[in-house]
T-cell receptor, first 112, second 115 residues
């Protein structure tokens, strides 16, 4: 079946530090990959996505590259801000299905 | 363009009761999916509706049901509530199913607490 394994948190960083959240997946075929962010008390927001191998998704300083050879989609940001404190979810959706399969989520706290 | 709206935002029920949650998708979106979020199980897919038809269903008991109306609004119902049903229920809408490129837009969720 399809599954997503995400780096466990929580992660605590200082402002301007480098952030990496690891994500690996198991799926048949070539799924689309996503990173969602959830701020306290809110629903999920799509942060970035990639739909084929070697695609790089980017948004708000965050980047992730679809690596088929390592079945990974690690999230990175070069300089985090306090406002980046949130829970981050890696997710996949197979080509022939419509539901998203999510990782467990990683809580990130950025301290000033 | 208004986003996905969910009502109510918060709900408190007791064991054995039933509850109905509502989701209004973004205008023009015809597909609605529901997810349950709990600290222990994370985000789990409940079901997906398109054109008033359930297309996919997750691994949940029959107490969980849903429907979609002709205006694409959707409701989900949980009967005979159990303590373990306490969760954040998220609704997501998209233009239509059919390709993996269609982005799902999530609502703020309904926080259900079962006492």
């Amino acid at each position: 079946g399809n599954s997503v394994t995400q780096m466990e948190g929580p992660v605590t960083l200082s402002e301007e530090a480098f952030l990496t959240i690891n994500c690996t997946y198991t799926a048949t075929g070539y799924p689309s990959l996503f990173w969602y962010v959830q701020y306290p008390g809110e629903g999920l927001q799509l942060l970035l996505k990639a739909t084929k191998a070697d695609d790089k998704g980017s948004n708000k300083g965050f980047e992730a590259t679809y690596r088929k050879e390592t079945t990974s989609f690690h999230l990175e940001k070069g300089s985090v801000q306090v406002s980046d404190s949130a829970v981050y979810f890696c997710a996949l959706r197979p080509r022939d299905d419509y539901k998203l399969s999510f990782g467990a989520g990683t809580t990130v706290t950025v301290r000033a | 363009k208004a986003g996905v709206t969910q009502t109510p935002r918060y709900l408190i029920k007791t064991r054995g009761q039933q509850v109905t949650l509502s989701c209004s998708p973004i205008s023009g979106h015809r597909s609605v999916s529901w997810y349950q979020q709990t600290p222990g199980q994370g985000l789990q897919f409940l079901f997906e509706y398109f054109s008033e038809t359930q297309r996919n269903k997750g691994n949940f008991p029959g107490r969980f049901s849903g429907r979609q109306f002709s205006n694409s609004r959707s409701e989900m119902n949980v009967s005979t509530l159990e303590l373990g049903d306490s969760a954040l229920y998220l609704c997501a809408s998209s233009l239509a199913p059919g390709t993996a490129y269609n982005e799902q837009f999530f609502g703020p969720g309904t926080r259900l607490t079962v006492l």
